[in-house]
């Protein structure tokens, strides 16, 4: 089996993986078998992005802090060899988001969030924005700090910090979540389906600005936003038996 180390710069990611590049050996993106991420959330992120083009699995070894993405860097069983978990592994398919974000100056910019699309007010001052489903304004105007559409996958992570619901992986629903609303104040957000088209339109953008980011890919000054589901892209994730992204989202759930 050829193997691709995606690896963080954390520490402890660096020293395993001299460890097991030694053992394994590395091999190139576009010849290997399977990538390995060695880090945290962020990494796992970064290794699927790679996987746009060539449709690689890949399988995470937790180095970082939360990993929720991610398998233990043990596993269950220490003995059992990593060949053999990757081989044993199960497989997740998801999509990711594309967001095309339309700047000040009228350029369109496009990027793909695996957990999520969101909004920031870039100053002081709260922003105000215009929601719209399906080419249907569902809110004229929200006062707020920022939103988030997130994906089932990214449901536990920033969404879930805004109060905003996990959504297991087969309920096939984005979830849209304020940050810090003002008006309109009991509004909690919404679930839609994965089908749906979201735009986000902000207003007074010269006075009130607003950055929006796919993951961790920033634009700032924006003036609308649309964000739908990549069908084109399919991003494998592999994780140790019993231990796939479903169980993963049910335990949270119950606060594991």
Not at 23 to 40: E, F
Not at 176 to 193: D, E
Not at 196 to 218: C, G, W
Request: proline share 4%.
């Amino acid at each position: 089996m050829k193997i691709h180390f995606s690896v963080s710069a954390h520490p402890e990611a660096i020293e395993k993986s001299k460890e097991l590049i030694a053992r394994y050996g590395q091999h190139d993106v576009d010849q290997c078998d399977v990538i390995i991420a060695l880090g945290g959330d962020g990494q796992m992120l970064q290794a699927l992005k790679m996987t746009f083009d060539n449709d690689k699995p890949v399988y995470g070894l937790n180095c970082g802090t939360v990993g929720f993405l991610l398998n233990e860097f043990q596993g269950q069983d220490p003995k059992m060899d990593l060949i053999d978990r990757i081989k044993s592994a199960e497989e997740t398919v998801i999509h990711p988001l594309k967001m095309i974000a339309t700047t000040l100056d009228g350029k369109t910019h496009e990027a793909h969030g695996i957990n999520e699309v969101y909004l920031l007010r870039e100053s002081h001052q709260a922003a105000h924005l215009s929601v719209h489903v399906d080419g249907v304004c569902r809110l004229e105007e929200l006062i707020c700090d920022g939103i988030i559409l997130a994906t089932p996958a990214g449901s536990t992570a920033y969404n879930f910090s805004a109060h905003g619901p996990i959504v297991p992986l087969g309920a096939a629903v984005f979830a849209l979540t304020p940050i810090s609303a003002f008006r309109p104040r009991r509004w909690r957000g919404a679930l839609l389906s994965l089908n749906t088209i979201v735009e986000f339109r902000v207003k007074n953008p010269e006075h009130r600005p607003v950055s929006a980011s796919a993951d961790s890919t920033e634009f700032r000054d924006i003036t609308h936003v649309l964000v739908k589901e990549d069908k084109d892209i399919s991003l494998r994730i592999l994780s140790d038996v019993g231990q796939g992204l479903e169980e993963r989202v049910m335990k949270e759930q119950f606060g594991h």
